[in-house]
């Protein structure tokens, strides 16, 4: 009896595996082949007439002055502060994803009953134009004569002669989360939506105000969407590097990690630079999503006992 | 559910076999870097190709209606691929990304090691005959010795773009260089070119340092603290927008290429404001960089005779002055000098100085090419600028 239930698990597992495998080759060939090829650019050469890059596949030929050098000038040196910078304007980019997108969310998941589906399309809208068309149609907008401007000076208390462009962090974090804010809303409303609504009717029923069931029930459970949003917004903004340029026009105030790995790997002789830039950007977005993981993994075990 | 040991071991063994397929595989993609110079042009009297001719260039870098004129002069299509830097180009020809016949925009400091490398193929005079119409300061330029590989497509010299109706002229014609330093009254409307021996030079120019190819360390270190000054000064940009930034009002004072505001004078100003609100300085002959983009045809182009009847189509004094029409970048043909250019009334007579004489040319600096390691004190000093400081 235990051999057959064991054999028709087998062959289950098996037919399982088979569904998922297009989905590991190609995770293979685009995602394991290309972060190996950037570690070949890393640690290989330049061709010296060309300048173009030479990959060295060979480990054991590797390499590692570009690196040494990279953790030299982020660690004590002026690539320090790009790191800290982008770091900043990530994490200020996630609050106002936070603040923007969570009632969104919530309202959308929860209140909007018959509108939602319009909701949805209108929060998927977005994508349908390019992201550069979107931060060029900003820095329209953001122009000392532009719309904003304009719109602010009939109201009164503000500096109407304002100029957005010149290389302010908060620009740039307001482009940031702009950019990002959909991407942000669209995972955390699926958790907020599937939360079961018994639980907060309970949480009413025992005498909880509406806030308090708030703060208690729903907020708790929609911690793992949260967290899922948040990963899913603050890897793309890491290497984001043209939110910022086209935001500021090129100012060195706003240079993100994103800006220098363009700059070396595509208009410099030094690709391994850029690429030691990519895999050192990796290894801390890695800890990030080790962190997730755990998280994720321990709250499930939590939600199982 | 844990996995055992033996599956461990069992799934590592085929990764590895998968990466060991892998590599072979990748080193392909690689390119040949190893090519060899190509020493003879085409036969004399070939019939052109059917085409398509396949061009490689940087975007609106040529006049779209030219490009229309020659497809039905000659029955065939044009294909552009559009590049964004001049090292993308070498990058993607080099390692087989991009197959093409025309490279329409080279700087003047890869030539070289484009044909050392056998990327590009000697000229057959024969097929160019409005060669003649071309400056004759470029018929033995530095970069290629006879002009045997490559014939010029623009040329342009470096200096300040600025607005005359916010700074006066006179104040930038005393300042030089140090005008864009002393613009402190126009916080965030002042910009330096984004190429790193641009900006870098400028500043070893403005005090009076004229070795443009200098890889002294102490040299590129003072250049970079002089600009690092201009980020809290002036809250200086980076960009290559001057042509429009100027016109339009976002920028008072740029280091811009001549051919800037030429440009923005043509297709940039909003309407209502007169060209003369631009004015542009630059250096005295001697202190002046001036630079020129080539064209070449590729050594393995599937359409050579055809890639030679285009450049020579481009060569052609009318082709180019409509060229011109479009672009603002002068093409380095005599006709279309700026007496030419302003009498068609292309150049308002106060952008006189845009187009640079045959004087300023000859006592030209250059940007030659430079060691490896002297780029990359270049670009790492850049790196550091654009860090912030």
Same mark, same amino acid.
């Given at each position: 009896?235990?051999?057959?239930?064991?054999?028709?698990?087998?062959?289950?597992?098996?037919?399982?595996?088979?569904?998922?495998?297009?989905?590991?080759?190609?995770?293979?060939?685009?995602?394991?082949?290309?972060?190996?090829?950037?570690?070949?650019?890393?640690?290989?050469?330049?061709?010296?007439?060309?300048?173009?890059?030479?990959?060295?596949?060979?480990?054991?030929?590797?390499?590692?002055?570009?690196?040494?050098?990279?953790?030299?000038?982020?660690?004590?040196?002026?690539?320090?502060?790009?790191?800290?910078?982008?770091?900043?304007?990530?994490?200020?980019?996630?609050?106002?994803?936070?603040?923007?997108?969570?009632?969104?969310?919530?309202?959308?998941?929860?209140?909007?009953?018959?509108?939602?589906?319009?909701?949805?399309?209108?929060?998927?809208?977005?994508?349908?134009?390019?992201?550069?068309?979107?931060?060029?149609?900003?820095?329209?907008?953001?122009?000392?004569?532009?719309?904003?401007?304009?719109?602010?000076?009939?109201?009164?208390?503000?500096?109407?002669?304002?100029?957005?462009?010149?290389?302010?962090?908060?620009?740039?974090?307001?482009?940031?989360?702009?950019?990002?804010?959909?991407?942000?809303?669209?995972?955390?409303?699926?958790?907020?939506?599937?939360?079961?609504?018994?639980?907060?009717?309970?949480?009413?029923?025992?005498?909880?105000?509406?806030?308090?069931?708030?703060?208690?029930?729903?907020?708790?459970?929609?911690?793992?969407?949260?967290?899922?949003?948040?990963?899913?917004?603050?890897?793309?903004?890491?290497?984001?590097?043209?939110?910022?340029?086209?935001?500021?026009?090129?100012?060195?105030?706003?240079?993100?990690?994103?800006?220098?790995?363009?700059?070396?790997?595509?208009?410099?002789?030094?690709?391994?630079?850029?690429?030691?830039?990519?895999?050192?950007?990796?290894?801390?977005?890695?800890?990030?999503?080790?962190?997730?993981?755990?998280?994720?993994?321990?709250?499930?075990?939590?939600?199982?006992? | 559910?844990?996995?055992?040991?033996?599956?461990?071991?069992?799934?590592?063994?085929?990764?590895?076999?998968?990466?060991?397929?892998?590599?072979?595989?990748?080193?392909?993609?690689?390119?040949?870097?190893?090519?060899?110079?190509?020493?003879?042009?085409?036969?004399?009297?070939?019939?052109?190709?059917?085409?398509?001719?396949?061009?490689?260039?940087?975007?609106?870098?040529?006049?779209?209606?030219?490009?229309? &004129?020659? %497809? *039905? #002069?000659?029955? =065939?299509?044009?294909?552009?691929?559009?590049?964004? !830097? $001049?090292?993308?180009? +070498?990058?993607?020809?080099?390692?087989?990304?991009?197959?093409?016949?025309?490279?329409?925009?080279?700087?003047?400091?890869?030539?070289?090691?484009?044909?050392?490398?056998?990327?590009?193929?000697?000229?057959?005079?024969?097929?160019?005959?409005?060669?003649?119409?071309?400056?004759?300061?470029?018929?033995?330029?530095?970069?290629?010795?006879?002009?045997?590989?490559?014939?010029?497509?623009?040329?342009?010299?470096?200096?300040?773009?600025?607005?005359?109706?916010?700074?006066?002229?006179?104040?930038?014609?005393?300042?030089?260089?140090?005008?864009?330093?002393?613009?402190?009254?126009?916080?965030?409307?002042?910009?330096?070119? &984004?190429? %790193? *021996? #641009?900006?870098? =030079?400028?500043?070893?120019?403005?005090?009076?340092? !004229? $070795?443009?190819?200098? +890889?002294?360390?102490?040299?590129?270190?003072?250049?970079?603290?002089?600009?690092?000054?201009?980020?809290?000064?002036?809250?200086?940009?980076?960009?290559?927008?001057?042509?429009?930034?100027?016109?339009?009002?976002?920028?008072?004072?740029?280091?811009?290429?001549?051919?800037?505001?030429?440009?923005?004078?043509?297709?940039?100003?909003?309407?209502?404001?007169?060209?003369?609100?631009?004015?542009?300085?630059?250096?005295?002959?001697?202190?002046?960089?001036?630079?020129?983009?080539?064209?070449?045809?590729?050594?393995?182009?599937?359409?050579?005779?055809?890639?030679?009847?285009?450049?020579?189509?481009?060569?052609?004094?009318?082709?180019? %002055?409509?060229?011109?029409?479009?672009?603002?970048?002068?093409?380095?043909?005599?006709?279309?000098?700026?007496?030419?250019?302003?009498?068609?009334?292309?150049?308002?007579?106060?952008?006189?100085?845009?187009?640079?004489?045959?004087?300023?040319?000859?006592?030209?600096?250059?940007?030659?090419?430079?060691?490896?390691?002297?780029?990359?004190?270049?670009?790492?000093?850049?790196?550091?600028?654009?860090?912030?400081?």
């Amino acid at each position: 009896m235990t051999a057959v239930v064991t054999s028709g698990k087998r062959r289950s597992t098996a037919v399982w595996a088979t569904f998922a495998l297009p989905g590991v080759a190609w995770l293979v060939a685009f995602f394991l082949v290309s972060v190996y090829a950037v570690m070949a650019v890393a640690f290989g050469s330049v061709d010296p007439l060309l300048r173009t890059t030479v990959p060295q596949w060979n480990p054991l030929q590797w390499d590692y002055a570009a690196m040494r050098n990279v953790l030299d000038r982020v660690f004590g040196g002026d690539l320090g502060h790009v790191f800290v910078r982008t770091g900043a304007f990530v994490g200020s980019a996630l609050l106002g994803c936070i603040v923007v997108g969570y009632p969104v969310a919530y309202f959308v998941a929860r209140k909007a009953h018959r509108h939602r589906g319009l909701l949805l399309v209108a929060l998927v809208l977005p994508f349908w134009i390019s992201y550069l068309m979107r931060m060029l149609a900003w820095a329209n907008l953001l122009q000392p004569d532009g719309y904003v401007n304009r719109i602010l000076s009939w109201l009164p208390f503000f500096d109407t002669h304002r100029t957005w462009l010149d290389g302010d962090w908060y620009t740039v974090v307001i482009g940031l989360v702009y950019g990002y804010v959909p991407f942000f809303i669209l995972p955390l409303y699926a958790t907020l939506e599937r939360i079961d609504g018994r639980l907060i009717e309970a949480g009413r029923d025992l005498g909880a105000s509406s806030f308090s069931t708030f703060v208690h029930v729903t907020l708790p459970l929609s911690i793992p969407g949260l967290m899922a949003a948040s990963v899913i917004t603050i890897l793309p903004m890491c290497g984001d590097y043209y939110t910022n340029t086209y935001l500021s026009r090129g100012s060195p105030r706003t240079e993100m990690v994103g800006n220098q790995i363009d700059y070396f790997l595509r208009n410099s002789s030094q690709p391994q630079t850029g690429a030691s830039l990519v895999l050192l950007l990796m290894a801390f977005l890695f800890v990030l999503m080790v962190y997730y993981l755990v998280i994720t993994v321990r709250q499930q075990r939590a939600a199982e006992r | 559910m844990r996995s055992s040991r033996r599956d461990f071991l069992a799934r590592s063994v085929q990764m590895g076999v998968l990466l060991g397929a892998g590599v072979p595989l990748l080193q392909a993609c690689g390119g040949d870097t190893q090519r060899t110079k190509v020493s003879k042009p085409i036969a004399d009297g070939l019939q052109p190709e059917k085409g398509p001719l396949r061009i490689i260039n940087y975007d609106d870098y040529v006049s779209p209606d030219v490009i229309a &004129d020659f %497809e *039905r #002069e000659y029955g =065939v299509s044009v294909e552009i691929t559009i590049i964004t !830097t $001049d090292s993308e180009a +070498t990058t993607k020809l080099a390692s087989g990304a991009i197959q093409a016949d025309v490279h329409h925009s080279i700087a003047n400091y890869t030539v070289g090691a484009l044909v050392e490398r056998g990327w590009l193929q000697p000229l057959n005079k024969s097929y160019l005959t409005n060669r003649g119409n071309v400056l004759a300061n470029f018929d033995d330029p530095w970069y290629d010795a006879g002009s045997t590989y490559t014939v010029p497509y623009t040329f342009f010299g470096t200096g300040l773009g600025y607005r005359r109706d916010r700074i006066d002229p006179a104040d930038v014609e005393a300042d030089g260089w140090d005008a864009l330093w002393n613009a402190t009254g126009f916080k965030g409307q002042v910009s330096v070119l &984004d190429d %790193e *021996r #641009e900006a870098l =030079v400028m500043a070893m120019l403005r005090r009076g340092l !004229t $070795d443009v190819n200098t +890889t002294d360390q102490a040299v590129i270190d003072q250049a970079l603290a002089d600009l690092v000054e201009l980020i809290d000064s002036v809250n200086v940009k980076v960009n290559i927008q001057g042509y429009q930034d100027l016109p339009e009002g976002t920028s008072t004072i740029a280091q811009v290429w001549s051919a800037d505001p030429v440009t923005g004078a043509i297709n940039y100003l909003p309407e209502g404001v007169p060209a003369e609100v631009l004015g542009f300085w630059h250096p005295p002959a001697g202190e002046y960089v001036v630079a020129n983009d080539n064209i070449g045809i590729v050594s393995n182009a599937a359409n050579p005779v055809l890639a030679h009847l285009y450049i020579d189509y481009l060569l052609d004094n009318a082709v180019s %002055e409509k060229n011109f029409s479009y672009l603002g970048y002068l093409p380095a043909l005599t006709k279309l000098d700026a007496d030419y250019l302003i009498g068609q009334g292309y150049v308002p007579e106060h952008l006189r100085n845009c187009v640079p004489t045959s004087e300023e040319i000859a006592q030209a600096l250059v940007f030659k090419p430079l060691s490896n390691e002297g780029r990359a004190l270049y670009e790492t000093a850049w790196s550091k600028f654009k860090t912030g400081g």
